[in-house]
């Protein structure tokens, strides 16, 4: 089965960019998803296809990936958007997550 | 919008049966994929598997020895059983709805989730 390997945590000043990586030898064959959740809440779809983000998602979340590594970018980072953050894929028989990285806004 | 609710006890017992459902409102469950992902305490997201509206069903290999997800269309609610429990059952377990398709490349994810439940195995 496939591999998801994100950085437990990430730490960023507000205003700075944060990125968080997921790793996964399947990734170049197959989309990339990302979830937003915070505590409380139900998750959220923040990138979707790898790099396409849903009606409603601020501009300032972005989806990159390259060869074996996706990466979601947070440009100008404000404290609202500490949470954790979920990588994902599916191919045709499961899905996959990420182990998750919490962001903390210093 | 849709919107998705869990239910179901917050405490199972050690080799005991979990079930729990999941309401959707503001829309139908018809013509969507319906899921069941959970993540243990300190853990990353698992997902457990899914179901179409029509009543066919993908579970993660891992569980599928103990999972079942079934669909009640008339109440537009789905369930999940998962048998034979044990403390590394403990998690939140949220519902959610997928979306997919597989004509060209493959894509599936899930747009809208539930806030979830916590489930504690313990006697």
């Known amino acids: 089965s496939h591999e998801l390997t994100q950085p437990p945590s990430v730490s960023v000043s507000p205003g700075q960019t944060a990125r968080i990586t997921c790793s996964g030898d399947?990734?170049?064959?197959?989309?990339a998803y990302w979830y937003q959740h915070k505590p409380g809440q139900a998750p959220v779809l923040i990138i979707y296809?790898?790099?396409e983000r849903p009606s409603g998602i601020p501009e300032r979340f972005s989806g990159s990936t390259s060869g074996t590594t996706v990466t979601l970018t947070i440009s100008g980072v404000q404290a609202e958007d500490e949470a954790d953050y979920h990588c994902?894929?599916?191919?045709?028989?499961?899905?996959?997550f990420g182990g998750g990285t919490k962001l903390t806004v210093l | 919008q849709v919107q998705l609710q869990e239910s179901g006890p917050g405490v199972v017992e050690p080799s005991e049966t979990l079930s729990l459902s999941c309401t959707v409102s503001?829309?139908?469950?018809?013509?969507?994929?319906w899921n069941w992902i959970r993540q243990p305490p300190g853990k990353g997201m698992e997902w457990i598997g899914f179901?179409?509206?029509?009543?066919?069903?993908n579970y993660n290999a891992s569980l599928k020895s103990r999972v079942t997800i079934s669909v009640d269309r008339s109440r537009d609610q789905f369930s999940l059983k998962l048998t034979s429990v044990t403390a590394a059952d403990t998690a939140m377990y949220f519902c959610?709805?997928?979306?997919?398709?597989?004509?060209?490349?493959?894509?599936?994810?899930?747009?809208?989730w539930g806030k979830g439940t916590t489930v504690t195995v313990s006697s």
């Open positions: 399947a990734l170049p064959k197959h989309y």
């Open positions: 959610a709805r997928g979306t997919g398709a597989s004509s060209g490349v493959y894509y599936y994810y899930m747009d809208v």
């Open positions: 994902q894929l599916a191919d045709s028989r499961s899905v996959v």
């Open positions: 179901i179409y509206y029509t009543g066919s069903t």
């Open positions: 503001g829309g139908s469950i018809s013509g969507d994929y």
């Open positions: 296809k790898d790099s």
